[in-house]
Structures are given as C-alpha cells and as structure tokens.
C-alpha cells in the first residue's frame, strides 16, 4: 500500500515522496515514471507562468493508493477531472463524510479544498486518468474575483462529498483535456498553448458552478442517486463506438427511468440530447484517430461504427465543416 | 483633420494621452469620443497576467491622423481591425509607405515600439477593434518563450521589419465577436476575456510561426491577390440583410476568373464564398439573440430570410440547436 500524505502545494515534492515510498527513480525534473513492480504509465507536472501548479496523471499502480491532506488555514484548491473506470472500491473521505464507490466509471469534475481534511483510497490496478490544477486564493481572487466568501463557492464546498457528481466530464471537457494531452513536444508555443487548455478548464467549471447556482442551492431536481444513474448512461453511451448504442427503451431499462424522464434529465446535466451527445463525441474520437496519422479514412469509419464512409464523411463535415480526409494530409 | 501624435506607450498612458489631447475625461479606463470627432468608446482592461488590452467601437466623423513614434521600450501591439467605409488608406511604418486606395480593410498586424508608425483614416470610418500590448519582459516570464521560442522572439524584435499582417479568419472573428459580446455583469468577466484575448494571440503566434519556419506555407500567392480577396471578403460580411453579389460580380471586383477567386478564396478563409457569408450571418444572428434585445422573427428578418423557417433551418445546421431554444 502507498500512502501519500501532503501537507503543501508544491507537485514537485509530491513526486519526490511518491519516489522515496515507492523506490521509483526520480531526477527531480517534471515527471516520474512509474515502472514494475510499481505499476506503469507517468505522472507529469506543470508549473505554468501563471502561478499555476498541474498534474497530469496516467497511471496504473499495482498496490492501493492512499492520499491524504490534512485540514489547514493556509487556503488552497484542487480542481479535479477525472476519467476512472472502477473496478473494486474506491474510497473518499471529506471532512467526516465517507463516499464509497464500488464498480463504476467516473468521469467527474470536482472542486476540494483544505477547509476540510480530505483523503481518498484507490484499489490497486485502477487506470488512473486525471489532471489536477492546484491553486491559492490569491490566484483565485487574482484570476477569477472570487474568494471564498462568494456564496456560489461556499455552498458548493459544504457539499463535501455531495459535491461529487454535480459537474460531469462532458465532451466539452474532454476536448480540452484531449488537447493538453496530445500537445507535441518542442512546441515553442508550448506554454501559452498549455497556459490557454488549463484556464480554459478552469474557466468552464467556475460558469457552469454559476449557472448551476441552483442546483447548488438544492433546488435541482435531480437526486445524488439520479445523476449516478445518468453518469453510467453516459459512460455506456462514450464505451465504444464501433457498436451502435442500446436504444433510449435499453437505457430506461437499464437505470429504472421513465424514458421521458431519462430524455430530460439527461439534457439538463449534459447540455445535449442523448442523441446528439454521442454524436458529438464519435465525431471527436474519429478526429481524433485522423490526427494521430495511424488510421485511414475507412479504418477510421468503422472504428466509429459507419459501415458506409460515405454517411461517416457527411456526418463529419456536419460537425466539423471540414472533410475528414483534410485531417490526414496534416 | 484631427491629429495625435504620441511616443510609443502602454494602453493606459496612451489612453490618457488621448483623452488629453480630446480634453474629455478618462473615468475606469474608459473614453468617450467629443461629437465633433465621432461616436463611440475607447477603454482599456488590466488583465491579472500582465497584459493589457484596448478595444474601441466607433464611426468617426472627421478624418484622423495618428503619429506614433517610435521609443526606447520594447512592446508590441497586436492589433485585431473590422473596419467598415474605408475609403483610403495611407499606412507608414518607419519608412515603409503603404498606400492604397480601394481599402477596405480587416485584419491583424503586429507592430512594435522599434519602429514608427502612422496612418491616416478618412471620415464615416466605421470600425472595432482589439490591440493587445505586451513587452519582451511578459514574453519570458508568462508566454516562456524560451529555449525553442527564443527564435520566435527574436524574429519579433527585428526593428522596422515589415507587417506582420493576417488576414481575419472566422476563427479570429469567432472570438473578437465573444470579446465585444461579453458583458461587465458576467461573474468570470475578467478570466473570460482574459482566455480569449489569449487565444487570439496564440492563433496570431502560431501563425506567425508557422509561416517564419516553413517556406511552403504562408498564402502561397501574391501580396495583391491576398489584397484582392480581403476586398473580396469585407464584401461579402458588408451586410448580412443583402444577399452577397453573385460570383460573376465578385470575379469581375477581384480582376480574376471565377475559378481563380474561389480556390483562393478558399485557401486564405478555409471556407467557399457563399459559405462564409453564411456562416458570418448565423455568428450575427447568434450575437443577436444573445443580446436578448430581438425575437426570433425580427432576427431572420434582419438577416434577410424571407422565410423564417428557413433561417430557422440554416441555424440549426450551424449551431445543432433551434434559434428559439437559445
């Protein structure tokens, strides 16, 4: 078991403990690879020129992961995105209220901060996809006038771990977070590209808590329980492309919603209809797969589930307003 | 004529400067122009990383001659122009002189403090735009130019080099449009407009850097025809009421065959005539429903859609959602 407790802001000297615990080898530079026994994959850290501080993790570890921060009066906040399939339980615990989540995907955006204790407990092999930005509230005040005064920001952090499923990770997230991962290297407009992905991340999770104000308030109609159920149409919906998905009548089934009621509330949470939401993230894994240069326009089509390429082109265009083919000669 | 000369300055002292010289008084960093002179706004926003940003809407009503001469500093001006009823412009930049008579111009230029600069626009000018001041000391510590973006910066600092000029894309008129919707109440208003005056100057950035290190790219054809098809665009967004002159007109404005106006169309704005008029009009209806201020029906109409379900059919297609669900 690892267990990682953080006292302090700085990335740099979490990489450090990770390696100390672990015995991974680390030069005190941006990132740690993590190898066998260990687990695999890395763990990236940004230090942006606007006084933010980012992690990137894509890691799996073969031993549980503990990480905990204490209370403290020195203000900070993590703004988590999170892609994790769990399998086994994961565990976490705010202040004294203890979340469990037991086989499920979890694709969230969350907001924690040091008002309250905060620790988490991962189960081993878990695929851990995320990106942590950790700021002050000088930067916050600084950046975003806001402080943790503002009620917005107050109401949603007495949540505690109620707060957890409100902000889903929709298409818009992942395209910006698609982004920062595929940055090329030597890029020398890497810092203001980098710079730009991050805020802009920040920026969308703090209009859409405004715009939420409601919910936060409580007046959303939605249970904790409902948006868990929406949470796991959504992750069927995004599983796999090259298969058409289950039906709407499948879906209601599956959570125990009427379908109208499905159809709703699926909007009100992900700001588009079933439909057109898994439209527009087939279309983005398909402009996806054309970037990376490995996958022909046919290839490409049927990892998306078009059997016609003609209909996949037309459908492309539709939402990119470019041929898919223009992406190929890049 | 009005004329105002100044030295090379941050927005903020050039504001003052200005107001001065107008004698109206400078209140949040914000202008308004005398009578005598036109109708509209100067005002400057401090960004929190360092940058500060000008943006003006205004129709003047007397010709105007800025001077500004070159200083000792070392800051750039990224300047974002939608300019409208130009009918002469005369540009010089430390000793280059442009002239040109058929301008109608909108696009962006980076100018900076090694080299002179003066132009003179003539009255009924209608236009807005978006400079953004930086300095070499902000490229380091907040751009990190450093290492690989070292050459970017150099290039950058080559006193009295030519223009930098881009022509104005829909990708760049997408987020000046956001820029001048955006609204003071907004409760993110200075992040918001933070992180698209930052986009715009990646955009410009990678554009510029694109061109400095590969010889193939750039427009691939002559200054003129870039020229030409500027022309050909400020056409084609004039008026979003009026249906854009058929290609053969068009054609005959630029001075080249119908075929020669559309591929180079096409590879400076990445879309086909008709295409982009049409994809400007559906930005000015999405504008004109965000401000609340029109129906729907006053909208298409504006727009000059005789039928109103095809306005609402030709935004669906744009935006994936219906005109009234907006």
């Known amino acids: 078991m690892i267990v990682l407790s953080i006292n302090h802001k700085d990335y740099r000297l979490l990489l450090q403990d990770l390696a100390t615990i672990t015995g991974l080898s680390y030069n005190g530079g941006d990132f740690i690879k993590i190898t066998a026994p260990t687990g695999s994959g890395t763990i990236k850290m940004l230090q942006l020129f606007n006084e933010l501080n980012v992690l990137l993790v894509d890691a799996v570890f073969n031993e549980a992961l503990i990480y905990k921060r204490p209370q403290s009066d020195n203000r900070y906040y993590v703004l988590h995105f999170e892609d994790l399939y769990i399998s086994g339980t994961t565990q976490s615990m705010i202040d004294d209220e203890l979340l469990l989540k037991t086989n499920t995907h979890h694709a969230l955006v969350r907001l924690t901060s040091n008002i309250f204790s905060f620790s988490e407990e991962l189960p081993p092999g878990l695929h851990i996809q995320s990106i942590k930005i950790l700021f002050d509230e000088k930067w916050m005040m600084k950046y975003l006038g806001l402080s943790s005064d503002t009620s917005v920001l107050q109401k949603y952090l007495s949540l505690k771990t109620e707060s957890f499923d409100i902000e889903p990770l929709d298409a818009g997230y992942r395209k910006l977070i698609q982004e920062i991962w595929s940055i090329p290297q030597n890029d020398p407009l890497q810092n203001i590209y980098l710079q730009n992905r991050i805020t802009m991340l920040i920026e969308r999770f703090f209009t859409r808590l405004h715009e939420k104000a409601d919910l936060v308030g409580g007046i959303f109609n939605l249970t904790q329980d409902e948006m868990q159920r929406l949470m796991q149409v959504e992750q069927s919906l995004v599983n796999d492309f090259s298969e058409a998905p289950p039906t709407i009548e499948e879906f209601s089934k599956m959570v125990s919603m009427s379908s109208t009621k499905l159809k709703k509330s699926f909007k009100e949470m992900y700001g588009n209809s079933i439909y057109s939401y898994y439209q527009k993230l087939r279309m983005q894994k398909a402009r996806e797969l054309l970037l990376s240069g490995k996958y022909s326009l046919k290839q490409t089509a049927e990892a998306v589930g078009y059997i016609n390429t003609a209909n996949f082109i037309t459908a492309f265009k539709k939402q990119y307003h470019v041929l898919p083919a223009k992406l190929l000669v890049v | ?326």
């Open chain 2, 1 to 326: 004529m009005f004329q105002f000369t100044y030295n090379y300055c941050d927005h903020i002292e050039y504001l003052h400067l200005l107001a001065a010289s107008l004698g109206v008084p400078v209140k949040d960093n914000m202008i308004w122009l005398p009578r005598d002179l036109g109708t509209g706004y100067i005002k400057v926003e401090e960004l929190a990383n360092g940058l500060q940003v000008l943006f003006n809407e205004c129709i003047l009503h007397q010709p105007f001659l800025f001077h500004r001469n070159k200083s000792d500093g070392n800051g750039y001006t990224l300047r974002f122009d939608e300019v409208r009823n130009l009918k002469a412009l005369s540009v010089k930049i430390g000793d280059i002189i442009l002239e040109d008579n058929t301008a109608i111009y909108s696009g962006a230029f980076l100018s900076n403090s090694f080299s002179e600069l003066q132009y003179v626009v003539n009255a009924e000018t209608e236009g807005r735009n978006i400079n953004i001041y930086f300095t070499n000391e902000w490229l380091d510590q907040y751009a990190g130019l450093k290492n690989e973006g070292e050459f970017l910066k150099t290039a950058l600092t080559v006193p009295g080099s030519v223009i930098h000029f881009e022509v104005l894309t829909l990708a760049y008129r997408e987020l000046m449009e956001q820029i001048f919707e955006l609204k003071t109440e907004h409760p993110l208003y200075l992040a918001v407009l933070q992180n698209r005056v930052m986009l715009l100057l990646e955009k410009f950035l990678r554009n510029f850097y694109i061109r400095l290190t590969d010889e193939t790219s750039g427009y691939g054809m002559s200054e003129n025809d870039v020229k030409r098809m500027v022309q050909i665009e400020a056409i084609l967004v004039k008026d979003m009421g009026v249906a854009p002159p058929p290609v053969s007109e068009l054609a005959r404005i630029a001075m080249m065959s119908e075929t020669k106006l559309k591929n180079t169309f096409k590879r400076i704005y990445q879309y086909g005539l008709y295409e982009y008029y049409q994809k400007n009009r559906m930005m000015k209806a999405r504008q004109m429903l965000n401000s609340k201020k029109h129906s729907v029906k006053e909208v298409g109409m504006h727009l000059g859609f005789k039928n109103l379900s095809n306005f609402t059919i030709a935004f669906k297609k744009e935006f994936n959602i219906l005109p009234s669900q907006f």
